[in-house]
């Protein structure tokens, strides 16, 4: 298997919380070059040398990176998806910069060429019962007559290739009517609200915390002729923007779709408890198998209960109401 190396440029502040991120992703092996830790790690046991050689000092100067690899297939750019995201996501929330830049160089490749390029990898995809993804760029049959998804997820995750993707479709397709409304808590792309209303829902309200992930998603709504007054998408953090908060609050949502990760579905579980209706249901996706009962005993407390849990490698989506 042919590997993608992904180099994320930190600060030694910025080692524990962006590999904290990338570990709630599934990715568990990384490198990590860091000056302040090389120059310590040669005070602390100068027991064991009497010389360093110059090349190996010069190496080690400038920043921090936090290096991950991943496959270079339609799974592995999917994540480089999911890692831009929540690199974005730290970035947004190091409001005193703490962190350094936190910019991706991916195999020596800048974002705008990675993002074309990865195109190659992401096909047609049949999605449980009733879901067709169909890149924008490809034409494909529809012999079995599926609700056909059309989208250039452009930056953002949420292409369909990823297993949590998959589960949250699996999951939406049992609770979707004309009836439903969604709110659909880290859209990306908007690959999630944009099928909920494909598959019927009377309305889906979209949040990110990602700017970007606004026009992404708006686009690909028209690319599948949404009707603009069903769908609303904003950018911002629903546990601390207000304004956000009470916008959301405006109305209560039959389904709450969450695909994130384990942390951040735990501290959204009580704002997405505000906004549902009696008997509303929660897709949460993005948990890896270690977290499943971190995530199950938060949702408990807060007061829902778990319908079922479904695994695929080595993810999970826990379903709740």
């Known amino acids: 298997m042919d590997w993608i190396k992904v180099s994320i440029y930190t600060t030694s502040e910025g080692i524990e919380p962006l590999s904290g991120r990338l570990y709630q992703l599934g990715i568990t092996g990384l490198e990590i070059e860091d000056e302040k830790d090389f120059k310590d790690f040669l005070e602390n046991n100068k027991q064991y040398w009497d010389y360093v050689d110059d090349d190996l000092i010069k190496e080690k ?91 250039n997820p452009g930056m953002s995750f949420g292409t369909g290739s990823h297993y949590t993707t998959q589960l949250c479709i699996e999951n939406l397709e049992g609770f979707i009517n004309n009836d439903t409304k969604v709110l659909d808590l880290g859209c990306g792309s908007g690959i999630l609200s944009i099928i909920s209303l494909l598959l019927g829902a009377e309305s889906a309200f979209a949040v990110d915390i990602d700017p970007n992930a606004v026009d992404i998603a708006y686009q690909n709504a028209e690319r599948n002729n949404i009707d603009k007054s069903k769908y609303t998408v904003k950018a911002g953090d629903i546990i601390t923007n207000t304004a956000l908060q009470e916008e959301i609050a405006k109305d209560k949502y039959d389904v709450v779709v969450a695909n994130i990760v384990a942390d951040v579905i735990i501290a959204l579980a009580p704002k997405a408890k505000e906004y549902m209706k009696d008997g509303g249901v929660f897709i949460t996706s993005g948990i890896i198998e270690d977290r499943i009962d971190d995530v199950k005993e938060a949702l408990e407390k807060c ?3 778990i319908e079922s849990i479904k695994q695929r490698k080595d993810w999970a989506s826990i379903v709740c109401r």
């Open 303 to 305: 007061g829902f209960k």
């Open 61 to 151: 100067e400038g920043e921090t990176e936090v290096i991950a690899y991943v496959s270079d297939n339609a799974a592995g750019h999917e994540m480089l998806m999911a890692i831009r995201n929540t690199v974005a996501e730290l970035k947004q929330l190091d409001e005193d910069g703490e962190f350094g830049r936190l910019e991706i160089e991916i195999n020596n490749m800048c974002e705008e060429d990675w993002a074309n390029n990865w195109k190659k990898y992401f096909h047609p995809l049949n999605v449980g019962e009733k879901i067709l993804i169909k890149p924008e760029w490809e034409e494909t049959e529809n012999p079995e007559g599926r609700v056909v998804f059309s989208v």
